[in-house]
């Protein structure tokens, strides 16, 4: 089965109509009993939900698929990005005309 890419976008743009994307963010709450995180990238919030949870305040990359008009992201990836410098890939995003 191929899969098309995971398109990395802000949370603010996430949509329902998307089929897999990609968003960092710090993980702002989680929730131990129901196995779910919520992340911000300044532009919003998502809840996630996935297999793991990290911890408060760290920065992650969440790779999945939104529900819930974009509300909420069901994870098949969680990447910890807590040692990645977000500033420097926001300013080479905005570089590339993609931010």
Known sequence: MIRNPAQ??????????????????????????DYTMMIDDGTGQVEVFGERLCDIGSIVRVIGKPFEDGKGLNAEII???SKASVTLLN?????????
Request: aromatic letters at 8%; glycine letters at 6%.
């Open 8 to 33: 990395e976008i802000r949370i603010n743009e996430i949509a329902d109509t998307e089929t897999y994307v990609s968003v960092i963010g710090t993980v702002v709450l989680n929730n131990p009993v």
């Open 79 to 81: 990447q910890d990005f």
């Open 91 to 99: 300013k080479v995003k905005a570089w590339e005309g993609r931010l």
